[in-house]
């Protein structure tokens, strides 16, 4: 197994946070000796501007993506793979015996597995090419600072959203929003209001800016993620919920999954794995996000709409397990978060 990477000690940009769902089936994740934040508070913001604070039961990890990157890949190494620092820029050949090419020279490959990311230059040569309908633009400050709450803030006639996700020693401060709507100048003008509001300075932070994929239903259920002698992982196969911009739980089962079958000696059980085990959910989420992340003139409802949705379908819920998910719902979005369960 031979990894091919560009960039080695990179700070990809990113939120870096990881649920608890990916902390629960990954738990060297939790486990590690390696920096991360805990963050046991979430503060959702709504377009209006009001502010509610939950008590997360399970803790969110936010890593620095450069140490989460070293430790996914020194555990690679570990178990075998070689890791060679060179950018891939072309493939020929056919399954069995591709051709690839790098600064030092040709190298040879039985089996492509491209976890290339968002930007996966192969894309058009192996699969369906995406349109700027399929991606948002995902821009940020690294902000020196930390605390323990984590705020994601929703926008007036806007679809995406802000969020200012503090890791141990500095902010991943960011807004993303869909490629085709708006231009990245007024997207940061925007980001620099929305942090000079929470408080924050952005002069002289580190600047990033993203593509982070964001597919429709559509694309999810036509998607053609594997064939002869290949494979497509996490963001270069646009595993990425259209809602909430997670991607690094995808990311990491994908690679699982993949595992599983080529272990099996039956690479193409992968696509029917993945289309069973997470498809589903990045189908729902799919068919939901303009729901969920735009605010109309009801903008207060939308973001009410939003709350449920994350309190039921993603399970985000109070630790009571006698209440219904409505009821759940309901109690929180009276406005106060209580950890207890409301009397019957
Ligand atoms: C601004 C932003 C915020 C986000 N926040 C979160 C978050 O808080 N939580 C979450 O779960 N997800 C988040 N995501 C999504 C998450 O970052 C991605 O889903 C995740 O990184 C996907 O992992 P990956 O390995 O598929 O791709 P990547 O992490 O993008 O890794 C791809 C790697 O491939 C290398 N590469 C590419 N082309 C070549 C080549 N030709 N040759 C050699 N190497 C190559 C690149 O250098 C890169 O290191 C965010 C995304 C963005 C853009």
Redesign the pocket.
Known sequence: MRI????LD?E???????TNKALAEYPFLAEAVVERNWINTCELVSPAGRRISLQLDHAIAIFSRRLL?NLLRDRAQAAGATVIH????AISGEPGSWQLSARAGPQFADYLIF?????N?FRAQFTQPWGPGDLMT?I?YYIPGSSRVATVRFLPNFEGYFWL?PRTDHYSA?I?GKLEAQATADLRILLERLIREEGLDYQNSTF?A???PNLNGFSFQNATFSGAGWAM????AGF?DPVT???????LRSADLLAQALSDNRPEKYAAAVRSDFLPELNTAAAMPTVFTTAHSAAARSWTVWFKWLLTARKCAPSCATCSPDRKATRICGSAWAPACPPS
């Open positions: 091919f990477e560009e960039k990179w990809k940009p990113c939120g870096g946070g990881v990157n060179q950018r891939v820029t976890s290339t990311g968002a930007r230059p995902a940020g996700f960011g993303c990033y993203h593509v982070l992982l996490g963001d270069a990425v911009g997670e991607g690094l739980r995808y990311a």
